[in-house]
């Protein structure tokens, strides 16, 4: 028997997924990139795009293979079970719990051929079996928390994902040393809500960071971090940690204090200011990253322009624009919403002041030296990879192979990276 993965979503997801196939490895089961007698999606539901793409990708599916079991799992049907055991091309259906123990279900739905919706309620303990470290990429991914639970009025992610869960320190480490020796240079550690890291044991993040570095790793780097999390005193713990890379994908999702109060996020714009330059007192040469949703429910030209102004102000490396989309369940869903056509014209206004900071980020850094980590090759005419603060570089007239760790100097900029030469 053959099988198939197909993760949609965020990083996590791609950590569940190396899980899943490990389990259908360790049950004779056999990896195929093309048609496979078992296709697994790993689904979001962060945004309505997410959830569509979810249903044409097993319509599709079912249609070019019709006679694979289609599995569907993951954090929509967790979220919206009825929606997803009724309207989804799914012969099997479950949420986020025990996608280690998928194997189990496509056996007996083999013995049965009986549609099994089986979502169970969340745990509010880590489950070690549904996360292994992603090694598929350059980078290794390593799931070091789980859950969240600050109820921002727009997001199902609590419903989907549970409350806040760690894995034990111990593991933290055992599984960066097995990433190492596998060959990388660079982990990546992520969760739900990364800085909650710790809560449930007595532990920080920054304790994770610390055990990480021990194994030897030369790069370290933090996915999505929420500001209110990013104390002075954890800052500065993590600014101790030499291996950690100088880049901070902070959370905004506006820069107007009224919305972020609808929103129920736990922190205003000065918060933030005072986050964003404590971190660049501590680390000089970092980027800020960030997030912004436009069109939350009920906001004012006013509200929008404030958030526009902030995010100039702040000098953001890279900004991600989404429009706001509704999700079912949530606070939001209920408010007065934002016209289509408004939030379109709005998402094309912030993207074009963030297409320019990038361009003055990146252009503060001609004539400034890094350490490039090289990807898999993209063209024949040049290698590329990604600095410590996550600059993508093009190195010209060089082949580097995948892994190398090279030490260059920016010489140009250009629309979405820069160049480097060998220094």
């Given at each position: 028997?053959?099988?198939?993965v197909?993760?949609?979503?965020?990083?996590?997801?791609?950590?569940?997924?190396?899980?899943?196939?490990?389990?259908?490895?360790?049950?004779?089961?056999?990896?195929?990139?093309?048609?496979?007698?078992?296709?697994?999606?790993?689904?979001c539901?962060v945004?309505?795009?997410?959830?569509?793409?979810?249903?044409?990708?097993?319509?599709?599916?079912?249609?070019?293979?019709?006679?694979?079991?289609a599995?569907?799992?993951?954090?929509?049907?967790?979220?919206?079970?009825?929606?997803?055991?009724?309207?989804?091309?799914?012969?099997?259906?479950?949420?986020?719990?025990?996608?280690?123990?998928?194997?189990?279900?496509?056996?007996?739905?083999?013995?049965?051929?009986?549609?099994?919706?089986?979502?169970k309620?969340?745990?509010?303990?880590?489950?070690?079996?549904?996360?292994?470290?992603?090694?598929?990429?350059?980078?290794?991914?390593?799931?070091?928390?789980?859950?969240?639970?600050?109820?921002?009025?727009?997001?199902?992610?609590?419903?989907?994902?549970?409350?806040?869960?760690?894995?034990?320190?111990?593991?933290?480490?055992?599984?960066?040393?097995k990433?190492?020796?596998?060959?990388?240079h660079?982990?990546?550690?992520?969760?739900?809500?990364?800085?909650?890291?710790?809560?449930?044991?007595?532990?920080?993040l920054s304790?994770?960071?610390?055990?990480?570095?021990?194994?030897?790793?030369?790069?370290?780097?933090?996915?999505?971090?929420?500001?209110?999390?990013?104390?002075?005193?954890?800052?500065?713990?993590?600014?101790?940690?030499?291996?950690?890379?100088?880049?901070?994908?902070?959370?905004?999702?506006?820069?107007?204090?009224?919305?972020?109060?609808r929103?129920?996020?736990?922190?205003?714009?000065?918060?933030?200011?005072?986050?964003?330059?404590?971190?660049?007192?501590?680390?000089?040469?970092?980027?800020?990253?960030?997030?912004?949703?436009?069109?939350?429910?009920?906001?004012?030209?006013?509200?929008?322009?404030?958030?526009?102004?902030?995010?100039?102000?702040?000098?953001?490396?890279?900004?991600?624009?989404?429009?706001?989309?509704?999700?079912?369940?949530?606070?939001?869903?209920?408010?007065?919403?934002?016209?289509?056509?408004?939030?379109?014209?709005?998402?094309?206004?912030?993207?074009a002041?963030a297409?320019?900071?990038?361009?003055?980020?990146?252009?503060?850094?001609?004539?400034?030296?890094?350490?490039v980590?090289?990807?898999?090759?993209?063209?024949?005419?040049?290698?590329?990879?990604?600095?410590?603060?996550?600059?993508?570089?093009?190195?010209?007239?060089?082949?580097?192979?995948?892994?190398?760790?090279?030490?260059?100097?920016?010489?140009?900029?250009?629309?979405?990276y820069?160049?480097?030469?060998?220094?």
């Amino acid at each position: 028997m053959t099988y198939k993965v197909i993760t949609l979503g965020c990083k996590l997801n791609f950590c569940e997924s190396a899980a899943i196939e490990k389990a259908f490895e360790e049950n004779g089961f056999t990896r195929s990139e093309d048609k496979a007698n078992v296709v697994v999606v790993n689904s979001c539901a962060v945004t309505s795009v997410a959830v569509a793409k979810a249903r044409h990708t097993l319509s599709r599916i079912k249609r070019e293979n019709p006679n694979c079991v289609a599995v569907l799992c993951g954090c929509f049907p967790q979220s919206y079970s009825e929606d997803a055991s009724l309207n989804f091309a799914a012969d099997i259906v479950t949420g986020n719990a025990d996608k280690s123990k998928l194997p189990e279900l496509v056996k007996e739905f083999l013995k049965t051929r009986v549609k099994t919706v089986k979502i169970k309620p969340l745990s509010r303990e880590y489950d070690v079996e549904s996360a292994v470290p992603d090694e598929d990429r350059t980078r290794a991914f390593i799931k070091i928390e789980d859950g969240c639970d600050r109820f921002c009025s727009y997001c199902i992610i609590p419903t989907a994902r549970g409350r806040v869960r760690s894995l034990p320190l111990e593991l933290v480490e055992e599984q960066a040393r097995k990433c190492v020796a596998d060959g990388h240079h660079e982990i990546v550690l992520t969760g739900i809500n990364l800085g909650c890291y710790g809560q449930d044991l007595g532990l920080r993040l920054s304790d994770a960071v610390s055990a990480v570095s021990k194994s030897g790793v030369e790069r370290i780097r933090l996915s999505s971090l929420e500001p209110e999390m990013m104390t002075d005193d954890e800052i500065t713990r993590l600014g101790e940690i030499k291996s950690l890379c100088p880049h901070f994908h902070l959370s905004l999702q506006s820069g107007s204090d009224t919305v972020l109060k609808r929103m129920n996020r736990k922190y205003n714009s000065e918060q933030y200011i005072h986050v964003v330059e404590f971190l660049r007192k501590k680390f000089p040469t970092c980027a800020i990253t960030t997030d912004i949703i436009v069109g939350f429910p009920g906001e004012t030209d006013e509200e929008f322009i404030q958030s526009v102004e902030f995010a100039r102000n702040m000098r953001f490396a890279k900004i991600h624009v989404f429009p706001y989309s509704l999700r079912k369940g949530t606070v939001a869903a209920e408010m007065q919403q934002v016209h289509p056509s408004i939030k379109s014209e709005r998402v094309e206004v912030l993207t074009a002041a963030a297409k320019k900071l990038e361009r003055e980020f990146y252009e503060s850094q001609i004539g400034t030296k890094h350490t490039v980590l090289i990807e898999k090759p993209q063209s024949k005419d040049y290698s590329h990879g990604f600095t410590e603060s996550y600059i993508p570089v093009r190195i010209y007239k060089e082949e580097l192979p995948r892994h190398t760790l090279a030490d260059v100097k920016i010489t140009e900029c250009r629309d979405g990276y820069c160049i480097g030469k060998i220094d």
